[in-house]
């Protein structure tokens, strides 16, 4: 198949996982026509259609699936080879995608780019926040070198590494500082407000409060934690959030935080990578910075 280039597989998989020809190249950073051109080339030389085009979205024929299953395989293997040789030359230098779950990155995020732009000059950060879920798939799928998450994980490729332990505070409206603070137990009859579906925090807040499932309908939802803190300061209900958020969230919001009653609730933060990654040492150096950041936050 002479002809096929690097390019052309690169621009493919984009294609293939967004779906939108317009979309897909604008994550290319090139024109849509120019996408056009560079999978119609890539079909000549294939010598089968690889997309069924039409409607707003495309889609895969049968073999254009199983073109982007091995495109991908492909992909992954190209970037562990550049990793291979970075991690050749000692500290780690050049990008870095690193991967954060919502409640974590506007709180340690700044702090853990100023540690590595002192540490490693060389290096090029590229974060990307997002969903425990998502961030997981793009880890496996190479688009991400590393992830910043709450444990566990437990996936079969990947290794996780524990950071630090952070605590779960109460969020109430500030006329209610001086009333006792309620047990966990006690949460799910007050008026709590929770993260959207999909965060990871609002599973472990519904377990701190012993929350089943059929009882989620009844609550209400916030896109963020800040959105949550607001509503609790306008007289809305109560809500959980971590430790490291309070100074952030609470600055300019009428509401009072409590230690719950121990054993505090808590949620482990740590720090995951594919194992056949061969930055793996480099990576773990890199856990280290993110554990003081925490740490430091706590303090």
């Not at 910043?148 to 952070?166: H, M, T």
Request: negative net charge; charged residues 25%; hydrophobic residues 40%.
């Amino acid at each position: 198949m002479n002809g096929l280039t690097m390019k052309h597989l690169r621009y493919f998989e984009a294609l293939a996982r967004i779906g939108h020809f317009g979309r897909a190249a604008e994550s290319c950073a090139i024109s849509q026509p120019a996408l056009s051109v560079q999978i119609r080339e890539l079909e000549d030389l294939v010598g089968v259609p690889l997309v069924e085009r039409g409607g707003r979205r495309i889609r895969l024929t049968g073999l254009g699936e199983e073109f982007a299953e091995r495109t991908r395989a492909i992909l992954r293997s190209v970037d562990e080879l550049e990793d291979l040789g970075r991690a050749a030359h000692g500290p780690i230098a050049g990008r870095l995608r690193l991967g954060v779950i919502p409640t974590v990155a506007p709180y340690l995020l700044p702090d853990i780019i100023k540690a590595l732009a002192t540490l490693y000059p060389g290096i090029d950060p590229r974060p990307r926040e997002a969903i425990t879920q998502r961030l997981i798939e793009d880890l496996t799928e190479a688009k991400l070198d590393a992830a910043i998450v709450a444990l566990p994980i437990s996936e079969p490729a990947l290794k996780e590494i524990a950071l630090f332990d952070e605590e779960f505070v109460l969020v109430r409206p500030l006329e209610d500082a001086g009333k006792p603070v309620p047990s966990s137990d006690r949460l799910h009859e007050m008026r709590l407000l929770l993260l959207e579906e999909g965060h990871c925090f609002r599973d472990q807040a519904l377990s701190v409060c012993n929350i089943g499932a059929s009882s989620v309908r009844d609550l209400m939802e916030g896109s963020s934690l800040s959105t949550l803190v607001q509503m609790v300061g306008a007289g809305i209900g109560v809500t959980l959030i971590p430790q490291m958020a309070v100074d952030t969230e609470t600055r300019s919001a009428s509401v009072c935080i409590s230690s719950l009653a121990e054993p505090r609730p808590t949620r482990t933060i740590g720090m995951v990578w594919r194992k056949s990654n061969p930055l793996s040492a480099q990576f773990t150096t890199i856990a280290e910075i993110v554990r003081d950041a925490g740490l430091k936050k706590q303090g």
